[in-house]
């Protein structure tokens, strides 16, 4: 009787010893085979094209040596580098100011402002610049405001503020997230005035964050095309001069060296702030106590200006985008119409809009549920050199910029030898390379997550033999849903949204409405470029707030734990 | 639970393979998007078995695809591409010389003159200016009437013209001056212009929608966009240099080792046909089957009479020069004109 119950038990033991195994190796594995796929073999295949490929396309090192030595590159490359920095210089003080603003002071409608200023995500970057141009256009309505025309250097670097402010600003509003209220009393009760206490407690603990915006903004601006292509005029920049390579001339052994180069930066910055970071990281000890700012009228009033007209800059090259989408032919009648928004008499019709909600809907489940399972399995489980590897390679999507992604992808995915060769063109590789680009993110986000979730968890699923699947759906992932939503949204907007990657990628079946925006710029058709802008930022809004709301709702019913009184 | 995937495997085949059974034709184009409709339509209505579908870009975006895709060519058909293009895919032995039935009805100037040729064409499409006149008017710009006339320097930064790189517009502009003025003239007369230009764009109708909107007051662009930007109550003069006008052929032509060649043939027919030539005059004022155009109310009634004599062989012949040397001398040497 006995031995067999011991039997049985051993027998089932064994069962859940191999589907555990299954699920952590077979899961691993699987993820090591997908990375490969999805971010190794692009990028390796652009290192061959550019370096070994055809001469008859721009590529191999001769072709090289002669691109990167011409004065027309030299041109490129400074411009590029020179409206980067200029941008930088713009948005990482005031992305600064703005942080600092909600984080160190009381400013009131803090979570107004700060929803507002991440209206930029929530649209592809062509449309500050195509804002800009009704705004400061020949025919634009402020015309008056700034000398010679908005085409050029100036229209470059004001559409690029816009579009990469939201992404400097996050950076900074986790470096000053934390602070030691202890330091700042010290600092007070030897008489430091609020300067010489900014200057050598919050600027020290913050400029690593100083530096990481300005690299994220350098790098976004030195690899976007979006901005320039509207109002670049005739400044043009090595992004779109690897765009015009690649789809304008079918340069692609070109399109691979520019692509490369523009991997520096990125690869650059990448490792400089991964070295400060570790410098950096023991910064705030465990005794510290969060700091938590007093009211004082004079500073708050002082930031309360500046984050108000930020916030009606932003406001006022949206609603003008908006507006001018509306409107029935600029400028001669301003008469409202939705006439810009009759799709359907393009060839193609809305299809371009279902594309883009089915990649969307695509990305944000598969993708979630991938990452999300992903980080689990490298999070909760012993360490190996293959999830070492593993993690190494979720990193490297973050170093690579999308435009460099896409090259791959086409030069990868569109060799003749290649078994996957079906998929080019397809809107499953248009998915793959979404989740693949916006992959790093994601997976810091799920794996912030779990971190909080105690080890003891699982300990207690392996004694109670609970399969580690079944202890996965049951416990993790309804204790992680809300970090789970902030994926599905992050993916979602994400996909609305690109056009870096994409761009290289889509077929006439597949063709998405982030670059139909670009097309029918392209066409002279803006104002229906700011009717599709727009309706991508309504659906990415209408989406988010959807996402926010059943992320609220559910906080409440099933996560009322959180609140409850730990220890 | 196979016994149902069986018969949803079933209903799925069921519901695709009728579907599947049309001949699907990709077709390469770059002519006007609004255009594609009904030419579209007409021609599945003739052929209800065949079903098209569009690659569209610009004219130079098209040819270097087709060019990229020599080995491996996804198009079967090109319908509506510049005439020196396809002479130039003709000497790169890519296209699949037809005759089509109406043949001995296209004008002989507006085909390949093989037999059996390798293009035929649809119609003309020639360089125009559009004027803003509103615009004008404030800004205190003389009408332009003759191509000379636009170096003059008080219209700098007023001009906009298409890229010759990728617009087939462009290109019909450069290859008429580099004609008209001669070689060394006609580089003489760009780099005058050159000074001009306030935005090359990348398509060769955008000039006229931005001049129709008051971006630029001028655009160097052709009759098609501003003719329906007239219509639609856009504040344009349609100027026609006096020099005259270069002008190209759209035409239609088959790819060689296409599958479909069958349904790729009946294409070429119906592009050349009477039917198709009445779905063109809508848009263009000079067909390849002369007589049935009209006369549109915003061009002169000598119209065809101002195109240039246009050398094709020459112009194709000479483009990757042409383009090299107009990439070299203002394709991102310059600083933005604007600053």
Known sequence: MTIRATVRAADHKGRADLADRLFVNGGQWSMLILLVLAVMLPLLAMLWRGLVGDPAQGGGLAAATELFGSANFRWLLGNSVTSALCVALIVVPLAYGFAYALQRTCVPGKGMWRGISLLPLLAPSMLPGIALIYLFGNQGVLREWIPGNIYGFW???????????????????SALALADARLFDAASSMGASPWRAFRSITWPGSRQGVFAAACLVFTLCITDFGVPVVVGGDYQTLALEAYKAVLGQQQFGRGALIGLFLLVPALLSFAVDLWLRRRQRDALSGRAQPYHAT????????????VVTICAVLLGV??????SSLVKFWPYDLSLSLHNYAFSELPGGWLAYRNSLALACACALFGSVLIFTGSYLLEKTRQTPLTQVLRLLCFIPMAVPGLVLGLGYVFFFNLPANPLHGLYGSLTLLVICTVAHFLTTAQMTAAAALRQLDGEFEAAALSLKVPLLRHFLRVTLPICLPALLDIVRYLFVSAMTTVSAVIFLYSPDTVLASVAVLNMDDAGNVGGAAAMSTLILLTSAGVSLLLAGASRGLLRRSQAWRGAPAH | MFKRIAFAAGLFAAGVLPAQAATELTVYTALEVEQLKPYQQAFEKQNPDIRIKWVRDSTGIVTAKLLAEK???QADVVWGLAGSSLAVLKQQG??????????????????????????VGMDVWAASICFNTIEAEKQGLPKPTKWEDLADPIYRGKIVMPNPASSGTGYLDVSAWLQTFGEEGGWAYMDKLHQNIGQYTHSGSKPCKQAAAGEF??????EYPAIQLKRKGAPLDIVLPKEGLGWEIEATALIKGSPHLDAAKKLADFSASREAMDLYKANFAVLAQPGIAERFQELPADYEQRLIKNDFDWASENRDRILAEWRKRYDGKSEAVSR
């Open chain 1, 155 to 173: 229209g470059i670097v004001l559409g690029q503020a816009i579009y990469t402010f939201p992404h400097a600003l996050m950076v900074l509003l």
């Open chain 1, 295 to 306: 009211p004082q009228r004079g500073r708050d009033a002082s930031f309360l200006l500046l």
């Open chain 2, 71 to 73: 080995d491996r060519p």
């Open chain 1, 318 to 323: 949206f609603g003008m985008a908006v507006y």
């Open chain 2, 217 to 222: 007051p001028i655009g160097i662009s052709f």
């Open chain 2, 94 to 119: 890519m296209l699949e010389p037809y005759a089509p039935s109406s043949l001995d009805r296209i004008g002989a100037h507006y085909r390949d003159s093989a037999n059996p040729p390798a293009w």
